[in-house]
């Protein structure tokens, strides 16, 4: 069962209401707002009221693959259309036929990639890798994205042609903060589910204190994390606790970061989400107190992610090898990686046994 | 003429909505407006039958010109539709695609869309 829009707020009233007027229209759709604020369970519902609902709710995520397996995911392949394509595989625009290809952070997906997609769509067209045949498709197609596409066309990271074409409906979900009076039946409708999938679980409800505390804060990862919230509290029991916990803002950060002067893009990107409640966390990578183009040179996802997994292996490695006295093979073994590699590993980042 | 045109004007710019209201009032059509795609759906469903012309901006919030004209020609077919658009061509090619009657793009002269509408509510109207 999908999850239904929970919410009693303005905006979530007319965003239901929207819904149920192009739900059969099978106009092209494209959901904005932050991470976490329900853009799939908006696209869900889109489906669950059309004609559409007795076909196939496919999904994929533009982000997480990469280009040429997303392109192969989208359009499927003909066997032997690459190295590795052993047999002829189906894409999601066929697995979608008749039902709803809902395209997840459209705005990842790669530029290479744009083109082919607006094709797809002016036309109802494809053809998979490796085929020259054209194969027909009738899927309504709803995107979503947490990025500004105005930003990314100006940036020419986004094809404004394809923009267009998607955002024939536009719904933006507004962020849990500019909508506060959702949070009491939010709370209301997951304790409530919770209780039933896990009858054991006495988590209470919020007194009105804690609720008010609760409809206070600024909820950077939206209704996710809330839910995240209510599931903990079904275990720990302890609204008190769950309150200490949530991470807050951090009020020091806005001067550290000034972007040309400009105190409008500091805001923005003090309120972004992932920026909002981590700063401490990306300081710890690139240096926050340099220009934005410096910065932004700076920052590179592949070149953090090394970083950082780096130096989560370098302190579980050198942990385990205390635990174990530096024996490496049984360290290898608990690592579940080989010896060879434990050696490596123990070069590259400098780990040795401490000198007595 | 005993019986005054209806006028549907929908765009997020208030500004342009009221100019519009004046002068197509102070022609003697009979107009309603509406802010934004969403708000022009509700208005014709109400009143189906109602208007004789619809004229809309493109860009605009929830639903978008192109989805309103979309589903305007499959709802109420009779209605004629006239597209403005003054974000380059993108949108004026799927509101064509769309099968707007007609797409101007702004600014647009106030006495050039009165004869568009004319024409388009009454066609020949001059050779019986
Ligand atoms: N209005 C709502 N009613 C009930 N549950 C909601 C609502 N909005 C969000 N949720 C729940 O919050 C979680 C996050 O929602 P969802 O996955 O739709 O967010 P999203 O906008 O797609 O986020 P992201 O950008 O990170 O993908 C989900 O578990 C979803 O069920
Ligand atoms: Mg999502």
Redesign the interface.
Same mark, same amino acid.
């Given at each position: 069962m999908s999850t239904p829009l929970i919410g009693v707020s303005k905006s979530i009233l007319k965003i239901k209401e929207?819904i149920s007027?192009?739900a059969n229209?099978c106009?092209n759709v494209l959901i904005t707002g932050e991470t976490g604020v329900g853009k799939e369970v908006v696209a869900q519902s889109l489906y669950a009221e059309s004609v559409r609902s007795s076909k196939n709710f496919v999904k994929i995520n533009c982000a997480a693959l990469p280009e040429t397996l997303l392109e192969s995911e989208l359009y499927g392949f003909e066997k032997g259309a690459f190295t590795g394509a052993h047999k002829k595989r189906q894409g999601k625009f066929q697995t979608a036929d008749k039902g709803v290809l809902f395209l997840d952070e459209i705005g990842d997906m790669p530029l290479s990639l744009q083109s082919k997609m607006l094709h797809v769509l002016q036309s109802g067209e494809f053809s998979p890798l490796g085929s020259d045949q054209d194969y027909k498709t009738d899927v309504w197609v709803i995107a979503a994205t947490n990025h500004n596409l105005e930003d990314s066309m100006a940036k020419k990271m986004f094809r404004? /042609?394809l923009f267009?074409?998607l955002?024939?409906?536009?719904? /933006?979900i507004p962020p849990l903060r500019e909508r506060k009076e959702d949070i009491p039946s939010l709370i209301e409708y997951y304790i409530r589910l919770y209780r039933s999938e896990y009858p054991e679980n006495h988590g209470s409800k919020p007194e009105p204190d804690i609720l008010e505390k609760l409809c206070q804060y600024t909820w950077p990862g939206n209704v996710r994390q809330l839910q995240n919230c209510i599931k903990k509290q079904m275990v720990l029991n302890s609204w008190e606790k769950i309150l200490d916990d949530l991470p807050r803002e951090h009020p020091d950060l806005s001067p550290q970061i000034q972007i040309n002067g400009q105190s409008r893009e500091s805001y923005s990107l003090e309120n972004h989400e992932f920026a909002n409640n981590r700063p401490s966390i990306i300081s710890e990578f690139v240096d926050l107190s340099t220009s934005s183009e410096k910065l932004f040179e700076d920052i590179s996802l592949k070149k953090i992610k090394k970083m950082a997994s780096d130096r989560v292996e370098k302190e579980v490695i050198g942990f385990v090898l205390d635990k174990v006295g530096w024996n490496r093979s049984r360290a290898a073994k608990i690592l579940k990686i080989s010896y060879k590699t434990l050696l490596y590993k123990m070069s590259e980042f400098e780990v040795s046994p401490p000198v007595k | 003429m005993a019986d005054p045109r209806r006028l549907l004007i929908v765009d997020d710019n208030e500004d342009i909505l009221s100019t519009f209201y004046e002068f197509f009032n102070s022609m003697g059509y009979e107009v309603k407006t509406a802010v934004d795609g969403?708000a022009a759906?509700?208005l014709l469903k109400d009143k189906a039958n109602f208007f004789d012309c619809l004229i809309t901006d493109l860009v605009m919030?929830?639903?978008?010109g192109?989805?309103l004209i979309?589903?305007v020609k499959?709802e109420f077919p009779h209605l004629k539709i006239i597209a403005m658009t003054g974000f380059?061509d993108?949108?004026g090619a799927?509101a064509s695609e769309a099968n707007a009657d007609v797409v101007l793009f702004k600014p647009i002269d106030l006495f050039d869309i009165e004869h568009t509408v004319s024409d388009l509510i009454n066609p020949k109207n001059d050779n019986p």
């Amino acid at each position: 069962m999908s999850t239904p829009l929970i919410g009693v707020s303005k905006s979530i009233l007319k965003i239901k209401e929207l819904i149920s007027h192009v739900a059969n229209t099978c106009l092209n759709v494209l959901i904005t707002g932050e991470t976490g604020v329900g853009k799939e369970v908006v696209a869900q519902s889109l489906y669950a009221e059309s004609v559409r609902s007795s076909k196939n709710f496919v999904k994929i995520n533009c982000a997480a693959l990469p280009e040429t397996l997303l392109e192969s995911e989208l359009y499927g392949f003909e066997k032997g259309a690459f190295t590795g394509a052993h047999k002829k595989r189906q894409g999601k625009f066929q697995t979608a036929d008749k039902g709803v290809l809902f395209l997840d952070e459209i705005g990842d997906m790669p530029l290479s990639l744009q083109s082919k997609m607006l094709h797809v769509l002016q036309s109802g067209e494809f053809s998979p890798l490796g085929s020259d045949q054209d194969y027909k498709t009738d899927v309504w197609v709803i995107a979503a994205t947490n990025h500004n596409l105005e930003d990314s066309m100006a940036k020419k990271m986004f094809r404004e /042609d394809l923009f267009y074409r998607l955002n024939i409906i536009k719904i /933006d979900i507004p962020p849990l903060r500019e909508r506060k009076e959702d949070i009491p039946s939010l709370i209301e409708y997951y304790i409530r589910l919770y209780r039933s999938e896990y009858p054991e679980n006495h988590g209470s409800k919020p007194e009105p204190d804690i609720l008010e505390k609760l409809c206070q804060y600024t909820w950077p990862g939206n209704v996710r994390q809330l839910q995240n919230c209510i599931k903990k509290q079904m275990v720990l029991n302890s609204w008190e606790k769950i309150l200490d916990d949530l991470p807050r803002e951090h009020p020091d950060l806005s001067p550290q970061i000034q972007i040309n002067g400009q105190s409008r893009e500091s805001y923005s990107l003090e309120n972004h989400e992932f920026a909002n409640n981590r700063p401490s966390i990306i300081s710890e990578f690139v240096d926050l107190s340099t220009s934005s183009e410096k910065l932004f040179e700076d920052i590179s996802l592949k070149k953090i992610k090394k970083m950082a997994s780096d130096r989560v292996e370098k302190e579980v490695i050198g942990f385990v090898l205390d635990k174990v006295g530096w024996n490496r093979s049984r360290a290898a073994k608990i690592l579940k990686i080989s010896y060879k590699t434990l050696l490596y590993k123990m070069s590259e980042f400098e780990v040795s046994p401490p000198v007595k | 003429m005993a019986d005054p045109r209806r006028l549907l004007i929908v765009d997020d710019n208030e500004d342009i909505l009221s100019t519009f209201y004046e002068f197509f009032n102070s022609m003697g059509y009979e107009v309603k407006t509406a802010v934004d795609g969403f708000a022009a759906l509700k208005l014709l469903k109400d009143k189906a039958n109602f208007f004789d012309c619809l004229i809309t901006d493109l860009v605009m919030p929830n639903i978008s010109g192109v989805g309103l004209i979309s589903i305007v020609k499959k709802e109420f077919p009779h209605l004629k539709i006239i597209a403005m658009t003054g974000f380059g061509d993108q949108p004026g090619a799927l509101a064509s695609e769309a099968n707007a009657d007609v797409v101007l793009f702004k600014p647009i002269d106030l006495f050039d869309i009165e004869h568009t509408v004319s024409d388009l509510i009454n066609p020949k109207n001059d050779n019986p």
